[in-house]
């Protein structure tokens, strides 16, 4: 029987240019889709509260951090209310982690919704469905789950089992891939799904990919480094997930990626923070990067039970409006200076510039001034550009 299936990914608050990027991309909606249309359903995918004019006779609902619940929630109750009678299923990150807790239960049981928790064998089966949204890319999985346990890491509570793929080559179709795997090294047959990719065209043409996640830096050898580089990664990434002293391993690691042809500021260290090292542990690990020339990729601590988060770069808050680890002694105005400085050195190491400065940063300084300014003493460089910044120097 021929069904309408609608499809419904919250309006989560990202930029409204960033809806398909790839760090967004609803692919289990995209998964699901593909499952119904064997079944001859009508699918629909629509992202927000909208006033569609058919009467569905199946919804999903998807989630994405446990801190965008709120939005979750506001989309659920809008269809709930419009389609009183309709199944609704709702899936996803934040209903996974938060599936045992009573008051998501009972949430569930006043709206009338059916919980679904990790992945769907079914859907998991079907390739995404790139029909339904524009974009040059195509999300892959070579693996689900990760053999690790890190403690902030929800992976393995979601995906318990660990589940490498052998090969992906007659999965792919698009000529930019995008790994959505949670720890791509740890895939057994990685040297053979990097072999598939070394000459592998479509449509004529040579196929690059990246990895979302970064790559887990115990597990790169050089020749699985010289293999990522023959397949065309672009932009890696290693995990520095542990503290400043850790800095021995993590160069090893970068120089592993140069001697197989990256360049240092084309490689990203993930960094944590507002987590478990403090502020000035931080600011030793990236002054750490700025050494090594190589970029940081940051991302802000938001703990898995985190239940909102209004963060705004813009103006002073506090742990009212977004998590802060006051444990490790963190504070807005160390959040937001931690970033700041982040921003302001991978700008530094993208150009090769040694300081950072908002004129130079937009360009509106020649080349050739640069070179005259970069001889001068601080304190007179201070003076032509007042928010000179050193990437290496306590502020
Ligand atoms: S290695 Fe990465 S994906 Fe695996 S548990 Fe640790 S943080 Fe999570």
Redesign the pocket.
């Known amino acids: 029987m021929n069904q309408n299936i609608l499809l419904v990914q919250p309006k989560f608050p990202i930029p409204s240019k960033s809806l398909n990027h790839k760090d967004f991309l609803p692919i289990p909606l995209l998964k699901i889709a593909s499952y119904h249309k064997t079944l001859n359903n009508t699918l629909h995918l629509i992202h927000g509260k909208v006033n569609v004019d058919f009467e569905p006779d199946l919804i999903y609902i998807t989630s994405l951090f446990t801190y965008w619940q709120q939005e979750f929630w506001d989309t659920v109750n809008y269809y709930r209310t419009l389609f009183v009678d309709t199944p609704i299923n709702v899936g996803g990150i934040y209903v996974s982690l938060f599936f045992e807790n009573s008051e998501f239960q009972k949430k569930c049981a006043e709206l009338n919704v059916n919980a679904i928790k990790g992945t769907v064998e079914d859907f998991e089966k079907s390739a995404p469905d790139y029909g339904l949204i524009d974009v040059d890319y195509q999300i892959i999985h070579a693996s689900r789950g990760?053999?690790?346990?890190?403690p902030?890491?929800g992976?393995?509570k979601i995906e318990p089992d660990f589940i490498p793929k052998e090969s992906i080559k007659d999965e792919i179709v698009k000529n930019k891939l995008v790994f959505y795997d949670?720890?791509l090294l740890a895939n057994p047959f990685i040297e053979e799904i990097l072999k598939e990719l070394v000459d592998l065209k479509v449509n004529g043409r040579n196929v690059y990919s990246e990895s979302q996640?970064g790559f887990?830096g115990r597990l790169l050898t050089l020749k699985i480094a010289k293999l990522l580089k023959k397949a065309k990664f672009i932009i890696p990434r290693i995990?520095w997930?542990g503290p400043y002293k850790d800095w021995k391993k993590i160069k090893k690691q970068i120089n592993v990626l140069c001697k197989a042809g990256y360049k240092s500021k084309e490689i990203s260290i993930f960094m944590i923070y507002n987590s478990d090292y403090s502020f000035e542990e931080m600011e030793s690990k990236r002054k750490k990067c700025f050494e090594f020339g190589v970029q940081i990729a940051d991302c802000r601590n938001r703990p898995l039970t985190q239940e909102f988060d209004n963060y705004n770069g813009n103006i002073e808050q506090t742990p009212n409006d977004y998590y802060i680890n006051k444990e490790k002694s963190w504070t807005d105005i160390k959040v937001k200076q931690f970033r700041k400085n982040v921003r302001r050195q991978n700008i530094c190491i993208r150009n090769n510039h040694k300081f950072h400065s908002s004129k130079l940063e937009r360009k509106r300084i020649p080349k050739s001034d640069y070179s005259k300014i970069i001889s001068l003493p601080k304190d007179e460089i201070k003076k032509k550009l007042p928010d000179a910044w050193w990437p290496d120097i306590d502020c």
């Open positions: 990760c053999k690790r346990h890190c902030f890491c992976v393995w949670n720890n996640s887990d995990a997930d």
